[in-house]
């Protein structure tokens, strides 16, 4: 099912017996060393206690699996939307396209609002990166970026800078100027450094950190100013494919969801994978936070979307229909967490009641799959972004 | 010492019809020689036994954590929704003079 990538041999002095041989990357404490293979082998056996063979290792991490899922079931009792029954039923929702955002060459692969709930800012495959007036619809800036797939755009708290990135594996910043003499190219600032493309980015609390996930399987967290890498993120078996942080002003925990159909869930300050949820049976395209943050909506190619509650540690309800073959690109939560917007592969938008678990409005409009979504930050109207070029603005 | 070595990952080969937008990976086959094999395959098995040893520790960390009931849960999340539905847009609706997006009445000229 899946092929081995191999690496691209590196000749070189090994960082630890300085001999000239192949190298391989190893991260110590964050710090990528480049030792030959003989060393890693050294390096990996020399803390391995006695009678720890693999098989003991295997048996063991099964065991304690299965007193997981032991431990998780004890405390289901109930169904989110039994509970939820007695809560009032919501009426027809009428939302339509109030604004069409047209100006990008190829497909839009990621927005993201400010916090003024008025500018855009959305990337595409063709490398452009265009900052929008979604009220009048104007484009206020533009950027080409050297690469094509620009796969990942956030705008920072103050307004004052966008994060872009995509093939060219790195997340660069922009500071914005209304300056109309001055090229945007010109100041850009090469933050994160991957190995593999860059898949989200987003802005922490302030405009001096960033986080990261990349196709090479991890997250990161980088200071702007220098480009420093304060703390990594590894744990993912497959590309980190989203991310979104906890909406708490203090709040430190980040969640993640990739290729290996697991989300993880990350203390920012260790680095440590707090929980970890596998239940999807593809891909996870995007996970958000609910806005308690107690809580948090997973989008996958298995044409469902899931909510897990981080406290009870397991899923709670799952959204999905038969009549629904398409997987779900991106989902958000309105501002009261009541609704759960969805975008699908089907080129339709699903809107589902988060607490009953059934679909309470279906929207069309857009002519190619829905491959972003956001919800403004005061929650009159959300955005979506499509492979047909265009964003719409719904309210 | 946390050491993760970088292994072998996944290819994802992308176009237009693929499953998702990613990107092609390229792809370098390194061993070539003879002899390299059999040290690709030890460095598999201690790679393994690095990657099995951080499972179980992640597991370990995971299954102690604390944990409260569904049927808790399940109403404080109901209890978000209801405090703060009055105050959602989308849930309750605008009138059309204070939602930006939503036309305005045109002005009729008497």
New interface residues.
Partial sequence: M????????VFGPCDKCFKEK?L??????SEQLSYC?LC??M???E??REN???AS??N??ES??G??EE??AK??????HQ??ER?EA?GQFV?KT??TLKGHGN?V?CMDWCKDK?RIVSSS?DGKVIVWD??TTNKEHAVTMPCT?V?ACAYAPSGCAIACG??DNKCSVYPLTFDKNENMAAKKKSVAMH???L?ACSFTNSDMQILTAS???TCALWDVESGQLLQSF??HG??V?CLDLAPSETGNTFVSGG?DKKAMVWDMRSG?????FETHDS?I?SVRY???G??FASGS?DATCRLY?L????E?AIYSKESIIF?A?SVDF??????LFAGYNDYTINVWD??KGSRVSILFGHENRV?TLR?SP?????CSGS?DHTLR?W? | MTISAVTPGVIRTASDHAVCSLACRVVTKVFSRAGAWSRWQTMSTTNNIAQARKLVEQLRIEAGIERIKVSKASSELMNYCEQHARNDPLLVGVPASENPFKDKKPCIIL
Avoid at chain 1, 334 to 339: A, D, E, F, P, T
Avoid at chain 1, 378 to 382: K, R, Y
């Fill in positions: 899946c092929d081995q990538t191999f690496l691209a041999v192949p391989r990357a190893v991260y110590i404490k293979s890693v082998e390096m990996a056996t803390g391995l720890e063979t693999l290792l295997k063991e991490a304690l699996k007193k997981l431990e998780r405390l289901h009792d109930v169904e989110l509970v939820a809560v919501l939302m109030r604004r497909k692969l008025r495959q979604s009220f797939w796969m995509g093939l190995t593999n493309y898949s196709g090479d399987g590894h744990g497959a590309d494919l290729c440590q994978c707090i929980q970890s891909d395209n609910y806005p308690s107690d809580a190619d509650d406290r009870a540690d397991r709670v997987g690109s309105s501002l009261s967490g009541r609704l988060v607490l491959s919800v005061d929650g009159t109207a959300f492979w603005i309210a």
